[in-house]
């Protein structure tokens, strides 16, 4: 698969955009200017697709990755620690049967991206699955469950926003939308509880009737649904008057017809997610941890600004009870690998448009086209040995042979672990009558004064990233190896003891380089972010390349007529 | 969308007639003056009545990745994949020699070799000509009739929802009866 050796040479050397690299952003560009009639030659100087959101389709890939990172090979990636416990038999020794995303992202159903998918007519090329609830590790101590703990008081201000939410979800339900077509009405996850692990855990549902906040040992799911907020043992009526005033909060602080929300809004900018909800909406420190657990910044709640939080609060709870089938669930996931996968549908969906994508051949310089063919306005030498010319040229720095700027912000440690067991509890139905079982789950172990807290997103083999019976832990913090080691430790500890970790692989990325925009005419992307979630800034850079290139937004990743009459010619 | 459908993928090397024989077969088109490499879609839908139940066979061509070798992972998947995730075992595979018209002097397989090759991957073996017309229909028929006569494949073993998509998609390679470019298949 490595050797091009015999890859012919390219079809022209004359192209409007020369793209460098096979990212998301890369690929989205692709795909929307070849559909808007563009020429485009992609380019990756890797052997494989997605940059640093590629995955990895064996454990052998994985530790070849591992080892070009440790010789320094991988920009802006360092200190690549691989342990494995593998035995020879397991895969026929190279470990086949698995995905290893760089990039496993969710993607809120309320999000810029998934809309686009949607009207870009690019959905039905993935398999979609919903990510379950979020857990937090908290102890009794912390949580200090009151002893008067259930009543109708405080539920009240909270009855209105509930109803509206439950409306939602019933409406939703009736029509079913194109992530999940013709999937099986109950995906085959559903084998839970039937190991020994779930003995182990001892699931306990709190609460009153049907609608329980869920707990394995110290794992708590965070309330998040309105039936959480309005249930939930551990809240006393005031704490769950003020959660359900903030929630309220969440989702109207940038309505301009609220003014009472905005004015606190913008009073509080710079205020910390934990003072703001020390004071402005007082609810224990536990609830905090939750609250904060939802925004996906691997940031202690100290360092999370208001103004950093809300949007993300907002996406978590806009989705929420949006999703059909799935009313507790707010973000959804691409199977094979999330935004690997991604990045492999576009660069073929780019092919369909007409685009040409070549892997293996990198550009080794870039200069301006004053001497060369014709009147394109730059010329780009590969590694190939090839000279290509082209009137836009966008790629990273890393893929244009340009210096890589370092920021002095804080790098993020992230590890991929291959559980030996698949840990069910985490993939279970919240509802009983939802129709989807959740193939991804979030669990986050707090941190303290010193320590930034751990994510870790579950994934179950119903991804196709691991064998069925075992689950694939990406975990994402700001903290040290130890600490990530430690915090996987835990959830395995806790829930499921027998269960070890077969494969790990633990790296450093580098804090984003500072943004450059251009450079001698080539259009600089700034490398994808480190975010759980795929991030509507993805997006909103490609739109404004695509403008500077077609002198609009309008059109972007549109099907052109011709191809959509097509399209419903086949429907037929 | 009560009709069961069926995906079936073209691979093989780049100029080996893949998009003429999907065009020549879904819409009897045969186009010698745009050999384009692509077909502008992700797929061609074909309905086909196989012992008289109505079929609808998404028809997967490579866009043209095959060239560079870039096809996708993702391309060998299952659109609306369900769960089957490894590598199709159980595929139904169908070997078609393309260009049948050229005259035997210029082919490079020999009908004997391209039945051998079929016979080893324990796939069905047809050779084609998308110009004539000739036995165009009859790899696709039969493909698409192994596939029906093996109900792990339609039924999607764990019970496929709302009569969609067999859980591997069954693939019909290309063979060359010209001299092809350099390499060999995909």
């Keep these: 698969m490595n050797d091009f050796s015999d890859i012919p040479p390219l079809p022209l050397a004359d192209w409007d955009v020369l793209i460098s690299g096979t990212g998301v952003k890369q690929s989205l560009l692709a795909v929307a200017l070849c559909r808007a009639g563009k020429t485009v030659l992609q380019l990756d100087k890797n052997s494989h697709y997605g940059g640093s959101a590629a995955a990895f389709y064996s454990l052998s890939e994985a530790d070849a990755w591992a080892a070009r990172v440790n010789s320094g090979d991988e920009v802006g990636i360092t200190n690549a620690v691989v342990v494995s416990n593998v035995g020879e038999g397991v895969g026929g020794g190279n470990g086949r049967g698995y995905t290893l995303s760089l990039a496993p992202h969710l993607i809120y159903w309320h999000s810029s991206v998934l809309e686009m998918l949607r009207r870009a007519d690019l959905t039905d090329g993935f398999s979609w699955y919903a990510v379950g609830s979020w857990w937090v590790c908290l102890t009794d101590e912390e949580v200090a469950v009151p002893a008067v703990a259930t009543g109708t008081g405080g539920v009240v201000g909270l009855a209105e926003i509930g109803v509206k939410a439950a409306k939602l979800a019933s409406m939703t339900g009736k029509k079913r939308a194109g992530w999940n077509k013709g999937r099986k009405k109950k995906p085959a996850a559903k084998t839970a509880l039937e190991g020994g692990e779930a003995a182990v855990g001892g699931m306990t549902a709190q609460g009153n009737g049907e609608s329980p906040l869920r707990k394995v040992d110290n794992f708590r799911e965070v309330p998040c649904t309105y039936e959480d907020v309005a249930w939930s043992k551990d809240l006393t009526d005031k704490d769950r008057g003020q959660l359900g005033e903030f929630l309220r909060f969440v989702v109207k602080y940038n309505d301009p017809t609220d003014q009472k929300f905005t004015q606190i809004f913008e009073e509080n900018r710079q205020t910390s997610l934990q003072t703001f909800l020390s004071t402005t909406f007082p609810i224990p420190p536990f609830i905090t941890t939750s609250i904060s657990s939802l925004t996906l910044f691997p940031s202690a709640p100290s360092d999370i600004t208001l103004e950093q939080a809300l949007p993300r609060l907002a996406a978590h709870f806009t989705s929420l009870g949006k999703i059909p089938d799935v009313r507790s669930s707010a973000a959804l996931t691409i199977a094979y690998g999330g935004s690997a996968e991604l990045c492999q549908v576009l660069s073929r969906a780019a092919a369909i448009a007409g685009g040409i994508n070549v892997l293996g051949r990198g550009v080794k310089s870039l200069c301006s086209n004053e001497t060369g063919d014709g009147n394109r306005k730059l010329e780009a030498h590969l590694e190939s040995g090839e000279t290509v010319y082209a009137d836009w040229v966008i790629g990273e720095a890393s893929d244009l042979a340009k210096e890589v700027k370092t920021s002095g912000g804080k790098s993020v440690s992230r590890g991929i672990y291959v559980i030996e067991t698949e840990i069910s509890w985490l993939f279970e139905q919240k509802y009983k009558d939802e129709n989807i079982t959740p193939a991804a789950a979030v669990a986050v172990v707090p941190g303290d004064d010193e320590r930034a807290p751990v994510y870790v997103i579950a994934r179950s083999g119903v991804t196709g990233e691991c064998p069925r019976g075992q689950c694939l832990f990406h975990a994402v913090t700001e903290s040290s190896y130890e600490d990530m080691n430690a915090a996987i430790d835990k959830i395995l500890q806790t829930c499921s003891p027998l269960s070890g970790v077969l494969y790990s692989l633990q790296y450093t990325v580098a804090a984003p380089s500072p943004e450059i925009g251009a450079e001698d005419g080539a259009v600089i992307l700034d490398p994808l972010t480190q975010d759980i979630a795929l991030q509507g800034s993805v997006l909103e850079e490609c739109l404004k390349i695509y403008e500077e290139i077609m002198g609009t937004r309008e059109g972007f990743m549109d099907v052109s007529e011709e191809v959509r009459r097509m399209k419903e010619d086949m429907e037929e | ?186």
């Design chain 2, 1 to 186: 969308m009560a009709d069961p459908t069926i995906k079936l993928l073209l691979i093989g090397p780049s100029s080996s007639g893949k998009t003429a024989l999907l065009l020549r077969y879904v819409e009897d088109i045969f186009d010698t003056d745009n050999a384009t490499a692509t077909i502008g879609v992700d797929f061609k839908v074909k309905k086909l009545s196989v012992k008289g139940k109505l079929h609808r066979v998404f028809l997967f061509d490579t866009a043209g990745q095959e060239r560079f070798r870039t096809l996708t992972s993702s391309y060998y998947r299952n659109a609306q994949g369900e769960v089957e995730k490894y590598a199709p075992p159980d595929a139904v595979k169908c070997l078609v020699g393309s260009k049948l018209d050229k005259s035997t002097s210029s082919r490079i397989v020999r009908t004997e070799e391209g039945r051998a090759l079929a016979d080893r991957y324990s796939a069905s073996f047809y050779e084609v000509s998308s110009k004539t017309r000739e036995n165009v229909k009859e790899p696709f028929v039969d493909t698409v009739t192994r596939i029906v006569e093996t109900p792990v494949l339609v039924n999607g073993g764990a019970g496929a929802k709302r009569g969609t998509t067999a859980l591997s998609p069954p693939v019909v390679s290309f063979n060359q009866r010209e001299p092809p470019p350099k390499s060999g298949c995909c």
